[in-house]
């Protein structure tokens, strides 16, 4: 997303070498989480888990109501601090990981829960993405001098941008509370692609969503993974769209880990069949 103008006209993004047709796109382990335990008062939401995430994966996080994953998530951005284990992120060991750090550096998310200004319009929450690209003073920002004056403009550039990717066009200036859920969805993603992410966070994208509101939203995710060279780490129930979406797939069960592959290495698991598939038995 090279900003060139305000609102300028929709445009397909350039692919970046490697990415496009998904093979060769995937690279080092950026993100591990070690042998994270994670207890609220006497429950286990966690239980000694481990797994990593590759540059320019798709890796979803699956598992019944309850396994842990939103927990997870959590973790890995540091709205939870867990009692055990650490994250390793870009190099880097965390115990635990603060949500300033990992926003700082490059992980973005989205919530199970939409959580937008519902008063504000499409275009001020996808703006509120750019905070932490900020580096005017208040007083620049107010009289809107210097740095104030440039950043808005390069800000409100990108966001133009990441408006037209997602083809919101017609709702920029729309609040968002009046707005169908498969839009808020969509500007959610949005707001989080503002960040210029490294590592993208999904809690349940589908959620909620009809057939054709599904389609778009993954398609979007491909798009933002293979042109943008996102990585991507996901949450979601739709077997199909996990199936056709993932790289590697990490399983949870009653909050310890299950099985960890390739989707048909998931989909063939005797144990996951069991607990969570509920495929009968040949």
């Known amino acids: 997303m090279n900003d060139s103008g305000a609102a300028p006209a929709a445009e397909t993004p350039t692919a970046a070498a490697g990415t496009v047709g998904r093979p060769n796109r995937i690279g080092e382990v950026i993100l591990k989480a070690e042998n994270i335990t994670m207890r609220f008062g006497g429950v ?9 995430v590759r540059r320019g994966e798709v890796r979803s996080i699956i598992g019944p109501n309850g396994a842990g994953k939103s927990s997870m998530l959590n973790v890995i951005n540091g709205f939870y601090q867990p009692q055990e284990g650490s994250i390793w992120y870009l190099g880097k060991s965390y115990s635990p990981m603060r949500p300033y750090i990992a926003a700082s550096n490059g ?17 001020d929450n996808i703006m509120t ?8 003073t208040l007083a620049e920002q107010a009289l809107y001098i210097g740095r104030g004056r440039s950043e ?6 990108h966001v133009e941008r990441v408006i037209d990717f997602l083809e919101i066009q017609a709702v920029r200036k729309t609040p968002v ?23 993208l966070l999904l809690d349940e994208p589908m959620a909620g969503m009809n057939l054709e509101e599904k389609e778009d939203m993954s398609r979007f995710i491909i798009d933002v993974n293979e ?28 909050g310890s880990k299950l099985a960890d592959g390739t989707p048909d290495e998931v989909r063939n698991n005797q144990a996951v069949i069991d607990a969570y598939l509920g495929v009968a038995h040949d």
Do not use: C, W
Request: hydrophobic share 45%; proline share 2%.
């Open 227 to 254: 042109y943008f060279g996102t990585t991507i780490a996901l949450i979601e129930h739709d077997m199909g769209v996990v199936m056709d979406l993932s790289d590697r797939v990490v399983v949870l069960d009653y």
């Open 152 to 157: 808005e403009i390069e800000h409100r550039e």
């Open 44 to 52: 286990k939401a966690l239980s000694d888990v481990s797994f990593d």
């Open 107 to 123: 992980i973005a998310r989205t919530f199970q829960n939409i959580a937008l200004f519902k008063g504000m319009s499409t275009l």
């Open 177 to 199: 509370g009046r707005l169908p859920y498969g839009l808020q969805k969509r500007v959610e993603l949005g707001r989080a692609l503002a960040a210029e992410p490294t590592l």
């Open 129 to 136: 993405g750019r905070i932490l690209k900020q580096k005017a």
